[in-house]
């Protein structure tokens, strides 16, 4: 296999044309090039090649840098353990499900069950998220994932959620998700607009963010902007509009199901 | 409101009873009581499990317990449960759940096959004696092997097992951390493995197990990292379960206490929820998808199991997931052992182990596609003869729950569900827990694999067989009596006699 990489003045980074290469393929070769000691890859030419990210776990938790152009496949950084990847276009399905830690960025839209399960972490998304993103999220300790998406997302949004932050800035338009939060026990989903009764499912409760949650909210969203400059946005503008917030009524939704 | 429903146990103190309330503190039901004005002991049947805790640490052996004998009038179509069941439910308004297996007088067909013993045309083989292999790998098995020029061979991982038996998942969480250490430290000694279940694995256990871990990948994700699948030997990605197929699981918030919660890696007291299917896994490409992602975060040196409950077309099930690069197929039958589940669920849903064994193996040989994948069996296997016919009707390995526990103490009385546990099992009261001393269960886990493996080889050595290997898919070591023509050609035996 010829593999075409230019190392860059950095000597800890490197530049890989993925165009003919398959998916182990190239898992293989950001494995060793995490165990040759380089921090920083960017991937050109992506295209449709699954699980990047995921084959980089290392006792000593080395962490890598990994830009990517093109379009990513499915499971983009699954159970992701602390490396920070960034996509120049979208994502499919399954973006950082099950991760641990780390960043994920995505400058374009992510598909369905983005950050599934994912307990530590951050991703960022500037578009839109499909079905049931956020599904049963969860924390723990200090381990708190966190989620921002620029726009909206589809149904189902934070189905069993268990822990974490999501929040949509409903950049584009309305929120138009039904089903949101069902089974819900944990953590908390921050819409910006308004959110129906009929959209979210019953063990969810609907509130305004009060201070605290604007705190929270300063955090993420600043970080947000930060990752995506050119969407030009002003910090304060967006605090100060109207905040849902959706929490789960109980952490033991079915404490009473059992005779 | 009062319960109209009547006790299922007669409590009786046969001889001369000292009042020294050891059965006072050893039921955790609160069944016995001291009563100080009359200097009696009392006991309240209508609480009592039937665990037999108190009875055998009495110190006088005088203590019995008995499924009662009041009845209602007897009714073939309302039974006794039918009757019970329906006064609880309309008492709390509730799912039934219950703990084990299923009771039910289902046909076992382990019970309706005999095993073969050579006389004058081949020797048999006294294991005594003569080497008897048991070691049994499991994976995948490669089509052909092409030797580099270093005279090594690529081939997939695969994991190697002293004695075909692997105990199954039980988890930290449903069960104790003494159960679950006593099963870990059982499986190193005796060169098999043990599973995790949903419940992640404490760091302190890490170093020294993972070796003989199996860790699970269930839909509730608990406990899972990058981290944790690299400390196993074998990733399983649980998708069903032999006593409650199709549906999830809740660890109730009561069962979470501090150091559950931090193996799974949720809060202290919150529901531990395992939704029904995995919400990324809606079709065999999808499951093809997380086999690749574990595979791919455990850097290709670990096989993949997955596991299913045994149900109706089981077999095109297995087909599809060897298609989708499962290294290893669990399947669990409907006699399978629980921590929880509903009644109705555990007493209806699903199929006996036996007939999914053959209709499995025979799919996969029919196409082509056997060697691709080695097959565990689990779900009602009680001993070894058990063992045998299993591997007869096609499956590498079985796994042991039931038989684990039992080992330890455990008396069938189905309470684990709440967590009561007297033999301090399935519970995670501190001091329920202390009962169960980690050394001693090991020891009575080791000795029976042991006894088991020793049972296996006299019967091998009885067929004329001196390797397990030999004895995968040999039908024609069993013979069926007393079972339908359906039945003997789904097992793919012949008649007793025959
Ligand atoms: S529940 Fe167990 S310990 Fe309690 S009285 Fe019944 S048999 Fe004895
Ligand atoms: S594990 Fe304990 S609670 Fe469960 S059936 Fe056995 S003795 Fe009863």
């Known amino acids: 296999m010829e593999i075409s990489c230019s190392r860059t003045s950095n000597?800890?980074?490197?530049?890989?044309?993925?165009?003919?290469?398959?998916?182990?393929?190239?898992?293989?070769l950001l494995r060793e090039l995490m165990l040759a000691g380089y921090e920083r890859v960017v991937l050109r030419n992506v295209c449709g090649q699954r699980y990047i990210g995921t084959r980089l776990y290392s006792p000593e938790r080395r962490v890598m840098n990994i830009e990517i152009h093109g379009t990513p496949g499915n499971d983009l950084g699954a159970f992701?353990?602390?490396?920070?990847?960034?996509?120049?276009?979208?994502?499919?399905?399954?973006?950082?499900?099950?991760?641990?830690?780390?960043?994920?960025?995505?400058?374009?839209?992510?598909?369905?069950?983005?950050?599934?399960?994912?307990?530590?972490?951050?991703i960022f998304v500037k578009g839109d998220v499909g079905y049931r993103a956020a599904l049963h999220m969860k924390e723990h300790g200090q381990k708190r994932p966190v989620i921002v998406v620029g726009g909206t997302a589809q149904d189902f949004l934070g189905e069993y959620m268990a822990g974490g932050i999501v929040i949509l800035l409903g950049l584009y338009g309305a929120h138009n998700a039904s089903f949101i939060g069902s089974g819900m026990h944990g953590g908390a989903m921050y819409l910006r607009g308004p959110v129906r009764e009929e959209q979210v499912g019953s063990h969810v409760h609907i509130s305004r963010a009060d201070e605290t949650d604007m705190e929270i909210l300063?955090?993420?969203?600043?970080?947000?902007?930060?990752?995506?400059?050119?969407?030009?946005?002003?910090?304060?503008?967006?605090?100060?509009?109207?905040?849902?917030k959706l929490s789960p009524r109980s952490s033991r939704p079915y404490g009473k199901l059992y005779a | 409101m009062r319960s109209l429903v009547l006790p299922e146990f007669t409590i009786s103190r046969s001889g001369e009873c000292d009042r020294c309330r050891a059965c006072e503190y050893q039921c955790p039901f609160g069944v016995h009581i001291y009563d100080a004005s009359n200097d009696k002991m009392l006991s309240d049947n209508r609480r009592c499990a039937g665990c037999q805790r108190c009875a055998v640490f009495c110190p006088k052996g005088v203590i019995e317990i008995h499924p009662s004998s009041s009845f209602y009038r007897p009714n073939a179509s309302w039974s006794r449960e039918r009757i019970e069941d329906i006064k609880r439910q309309a008492e709390t308004g509730g799912v039934l759940l219950t703990g084990c297996g299923s009771d039910k007088p289902f046909r076992i067909y382990w019970d309706h096959m005999l095993i073969n013993a050579s006389q004058v045309t081949n020797p048999s083989?006294?294991?005594?004696?003569?080497?008897?292999?048991?070691?049994?790998?499991?994976?995948?098995?490669?089509?052909?092997?092409?030797?580099?020029?270093?005279?090594?061979?690529?081939?997939?991982?695969v994991l190697t097992l002293e004695t075909p038996i692997l105990f199954s998942a039980m988890s930290y969480g449903a069960i104790s951390y003494n159960a679950f250490q006593a099963l870990a430290i059982a499986a190193s000694r005796s060169g098999t493995f043990f599973n995790t279940g949903e419940g992640g694995?404490?760091?302190e256990m890490r170093p020294l197990f993972k070796k003989h871990a199996i860790v699970q990948v269930a839909s509730g994700r608990f406990g899972i990292d990058a981290e944790y699948l690299n400390c196993a030997a074998a990733v399983e990605i649980k998708i069903g379960q032999g006593a409650k197929p199709g549906i999830g699981g809740h660890l109730p918030g009561e069962k979470v206490s501090k150091h559950v919660a931090a193996t799974r890696m949720i809060?202290?007291?919150?529901?531990?929820?395992?939704?029904?299917?995995?919400?990324?896994?809606?079709?065999?490409?999808?499951?093809?998808?997380?086999?690749?992602?574990?595979?791919?975060?455990?850097?290709?040196?670990?096989?993949?199991?997955?596991?299913?409950?045994?149900?109706?077309?089981?077999?095109a099930i297995a087909s599809g997931i060897v298609r989708a690069g499962a290294d290893i197929l669990a399947i669990d039958g409907m006699r399978g052992g629980t921590g929880a589940a509903p009644k109705v669920i555990r007493d209806?849903?699903?199929?006996?182990?036996?007939?999914?064994?053959?209709?499995?193996?025979?799919?996969?040989?029919?196409?082509?596609?056997?060697?691709?994948?080695?097959?565990?069996?689990?779900?009602?296997?009680?001993?070894?003869?058990?063992?045998?016919?299993?591997?007869?009707?096609?499956?590498?390995?079985?796994?042991?729950?039931?038989?684990?526990?039992?080992?330890m103490g455990c008396t069938l009385c189905q309470r684990c569900y709440t967590g009561r546990c007297?033999?301090?099992?399935?519970?995670?009261?501190?001091?329920?827990?202390?009962?169960?001393?980690?050394e001693e269960a090991s020891q009575r886990l080791v000795n029976l694999l042991s006894a088991w493996s020793h049972e296996i080889k006299e019967m091998l050595g009885g067929m004329g067989i001196n390797a397990i290997e030999s004895l995968r898919g040999n039908r024609d070591q069993l013979r069926g009596i007393g079972l339908h023509e359906w039945e003997l050609d789904l097992l793919g035996i012949r008649g007793a006699g025959e």
């Not at chain 1, 800890?12 to 003919?20: F, G, N, R």
Request: charged share 25%; hydrophobic share 40%; aromatic share 4%.
């Open chain 2, 267 to 315: 809060p202290e007291g919150t529901d531990a929820i395992s939704p029904a299917p995995h919400h990324d896994i809606y079709s065999i490409e999808d499951l093809e998808m997380l086999v690749s992602a574990i595979k791919e975060v455990t850097n290709y040196e670990k096989p993949v199991i997955v596991k299913v409950a045994a149900v109706h077309n089981i077999s």
């Open chain 1, 11 to 28: 000597e800890s980074a490197i530049e890989i044309d993925a165009s003919h290469m398959d998916t182990r393929e190239l898992n293989g």
């Open chain 1, 218 to 244: 300063r955090d993420h969203i600043s970080g947000f902007i930060e990752r995506f400059p050119d969407l030009a946005l002003d910090l304060e503008h967006i605090l100060d509009s109207e905040w849902t």
């Open chain 1, 80 to 122: 992701l353990f602390g490396h920070r990847i960034i996509v120049h276009g979208n994502a499919q399905d399954g973006v950082g499900n099950t991760m641990e830690s780390g960043e994920i960025v995505i400058a374009g839209r992510a598909g369905d069950v983005t950050g599934m399960s994912m307990r530590g972490g951050r």
């Open chain 2, 422 to 438: 007297s033999w301090g099992i399935c519970t995670q009261d501190p001091g329920l827990m202390r009962r169960l001393n980690v």
């Open chain 2, 348 to 407: 209806n849903v699903g199929i006996p182990i036996e007939l999914a064994i053959s209709a499995v193996d025979r799919r996969l040989r029919d196409e082509g596609i056997r060697e691709r994948c080695s097959i565990i069996a689990g779900g009602g296997i009680r001993c070894s003869a058990d063992v045998v016919k299993a591997i007869a009707l096609g499956a590498d390995a079985v796994y042991i729950g039931t038989a684990a526990l039992i080992a």
């Open chain 2, 201 to 203: 694995m404490p760091p």
């Open chain 2, 125 to 157: 083989i006294d294991p005594l004696r003569e080497p008897m292999e048991l070691r049994t790998f499991l994976g995948s098995k490669p089509e052909r092997i092409l030797l580099r020029e270093d005279m090594d061979a690529d081939a997939d991982p």
